[in-house]
Structures are given as C-alpha cells and as structure tokens.
C-alpha cells in the first residue's frame, strides 16, 4: 500500500529519482509475494494433509494393536490392478489407492502419502 499511497512520505519532484530503483524492486517483489502466496499455502496445506494419513495410520494400529493388518491390507491396495478407465483429477483424490501413478514434483500436490511410505512408517512401529 505504500507504493501506491505516497511511496516513502516525502514529496517527489522531477529531479529527485533517488528511490525509483527501490520502488521498482519492491513492486516486484510484491507482485511475486501476491502469486506466490496461495500456492506455498496450499502446498502447505497438502503437507498437513499427508501427515495427518500418517498419524491416522498409527492410530489405527494403536487401535487395533495389529501393524501387520494394516501392514498386509496397505500391500493389498497397492498391489491391486490399474484402473481400466480413465480417471479425471477432480474425482482421483476420492480413490483409496492412487489411480494415476506418478512421483518427482507431483508428488507435492498429493492429498495421501504414497503406499510405500506408509508401510515403511508402519514396519518402525
């Protein structure tokens, strides 16, 4: 708000252009700030997310104080055959087990931790 309302508070005239070069700098900046907010915000989000399928892996094995249940039905699901339709990305986060495999950079964007991580999470128990 600054930048538009006034800049620094003091009066400018033709000659001085002593801040034109910081004005610029945090304008960008602040534009940069404005895109890239909402996506660490939602990446932060989808972190929680993962975290909290971990800790609800543990309570169930808490539970039910049985690792190798959950251990043997989390191998079942990944185990299971590819879907033979295509599944859009709307409904994919609705699926128990990943319908569309994939890793690297997607992998932030997920909702549920991959299957293997969670078995290695539960062998630890």
Do not use: C
């Amino acid at each position: 708000r600054m930048m538009w309302w006034g800049g620094t508070g003091r009066r400018r005239s033709d000659d001085d252009r002593d801040g034109n070069g910081l004005e610029i700098i945090m304008l960008v900046v602040s534009l940069l700030a404005i895109v890239l907010a909402p996506l660490a915000a939602t990446l932060v989000q989808l972190a929680i997310s993962r975290q909290r399928e971990f800790l609800a892996d543990a309570s169930s094995v808490e539970l039910t104080r049985n690792p190798q249940g959950m251990i043997n039905a989390l191998r079942k699901l990944d185990n299971s055959k590819p879907m033979s339709r295509p599944v859009d990305d709307a409904s994919s986060a609705l699926y128990i087990n990943d319908p569309k495999k994939g890793g690297g950079f997607q992998k932030l964007f997920y909702t549920h931790p991959p299957i293997s991580e969670r078995i290695e999470r539960l062998k630890h128990m």
